[in-house]
């Protein structure tokens, strides 16, 4: 059994505590994990936060009753996909042909994929080069309006659950088909509860939870591209050859290229 589905499995049926303070910690820990959640149920002490942002009792009550049915349901899931052929981790082919802007996409997907992250890219300002507006300035070729990377950092927060099948060993037809159906179950799953969090929350609690999560983006994103050029070896993309020049526009693309220079570091180690 592979290593994610016994660790998501044994915080499925992990019991949990009756008692108010409890609950709050069974929030924190949510069954779907949310970045900056557990400063709204339990507080922060390096980050400190409005009383009007932490979470109420009857929040906690509404919310904890919410986590344990998500829980039950990923049980279920998890219980599937231990059914599936393990095998040892392979490299997704063809990866290193990719333009950078896909790798960073790829990289973050797979880094953000089980998080739910309640981020507003047309209300954020590091999305300005990403927003709407962008994406149209994209298709009519206009440069100076889009960011290659950003877009790539959105696609990657907003792209759908899925487990890649080199996570496993041969899979069937059938099985492959299975396997994305149950990703398909998980990332509703990822949605729905994210819906709960969006009607619950007031509107100083979610400015508070996407300041929180826009920090957790931007963290991520430089260890999910170091890691991830890393993991490359010897192949090498269009940006570590050199062959693709990158015209910083926005915070994102500092963040991105300094992933990628992180990775040529400790690959000359």
């Known amino acids: 059994m592979r290593t994610f589905t016994v660790v998501a499995s044994i915080i499925a049926l992990l019991p949990i505590p009756a008692a108010a303070g409890g609950k709050a910690c069974q929030i924190r820990d949510s069954a779907i994990p949310t970045p900056g959640l557990g400063e709204l149920a339990t507080g922060s002490t390096t980050n400190p936060m409005p009383e009007k942002a932490l ?47 896909e790798l960073v996409t790829a990289f973050l997907a797979r880094a953000a994929r089980d998080q739910a992250l309640l981020i507003e890219v047309e209300s954020a300002g590091e999305f300005w080069f990403a927003n709407d507006e962008a994406l149209a300035a994209q298709k009519k070729g206009e440069k100076d309006r889009f960011c290659a990377l950003c877009i790539a950092v959105r696609q990657g927060v907003e792209a759908a659950f899925r487990w890649d099948e080199s996570e496993f060993g041969e899979l069937t037809e059938a099985q492959k088909k299975e396997l994305a159906a ?3 179950k998980r990332d509703d799953l990822k949605r729905k509860w994210a819906a709960v969090l969006k009607e619950e929350l007031t509107a100083p609690q979610l400015e508070h939870l996407r300041d929180a999560q826009m920090r957790w983006l931007k963290k991520t994103l430089k260890s999910a591209v170091a890691g991830g050029m890393k993991s490359l070896g010897d192949e090498r993309c269009e940006a570590c050859s050199g062959k693709e020049g990158i015209d910083k526009k926005c915070e994102f693309c500092w963040i991105v290229t300094s992933g990628v220079d992180e990775a040529k570091r400790q690959l000359r180690q």
Do not use: C, H, Y
């Open 182 to 184: 149950l990703g398909q």
């Open 55 to 101: 979470l109420s009792k009857e929040q906690i009550d509404t919310l904890a009753e919410a986590d344990t049915n998500f829980r039950k349901a990923l049980r279920e899931i998890n219980e599937q996909v231990a059914k599936l052929p393990a095998g040892p981790k392979r490299a997704a082919s063809g990866v290193s042909s990719k333009p950078l802007a």
